[in-house]
């Protein structure tokens, strides 16, 4: 972290005239930091409004259980963070089903657990559905969940 704030420490004083009074690059600094602060807000806001309420699913091909559809229901993106990339990552609310070969779930997500946080780049490259085609994901589970009662008794 430490070289990085350098690095851009000195590509700030690059940027700037040579014959400012320390007392003005200062002030520029401050008003960039405010700037990209703002601009982070803007983004992590944006990503917040554009998937509220919304309705993804994924094919995880290398899946522990075999090939897995996941489904999800995202109420809304929680707190973020960041990864050891510097990337942001969201913490979300909502429900997950999975579907493989090995493994049926339907739960709902803890936004506290660790294990459920999506990167920006995550978010983007799921498929969006509908909420129609998300319910019908729901009961399929409820017909398969009865079916394998039916035979386990």
């Not at 707190?79 to 089903?97: A, C, R």
């Not at 490259?125 to 998300?134: A, F, N, P």
């Not at 319910?135 to 035979?151: D, G, H, S």
């Amino acid at each position: 972290m430490k070289n990085r704030t350098t690095n851009r420490l000195v590509q700030l004083l690059e940027k700037h005239d040579q014959d400012i009074t320390l007392g003005e690059l200062l002030q520029k600094i401050e008003n960039e930091q405010e700037k990209l602060e703002q601009e982070k807000l803007d983004r992590i806001n944006c990503y917040r409004t554009k998937y509220k309420d919304c309705y993804f699913k994924e094919i995880d091909e290398d899946s522990i259980f075999g090939k897995t559809l996941r489904v999800y229901y995202i109420m809304r993106l929680e707190n973020t963070g960041l990864t050891e990339e510097y990337k942001t990552f969201y913490h979300v609310s909502g429900n997950k089903i999975s579907f493989s070969p090995r493994d049926l779930n339907f739960r709902g997500i803890d936004p506290q657990h660790v294990g459920t946080t999506f990167t920006e780049e995550q978010l983007d490259i799921m498929q969006i559905i509908t909420k129609e085609e998300y319910e019908a994901y729901v009961e399929n589970y409820y017909k398969i969940t009865k079916q394998l009662k039916e035979i386990l008794k």
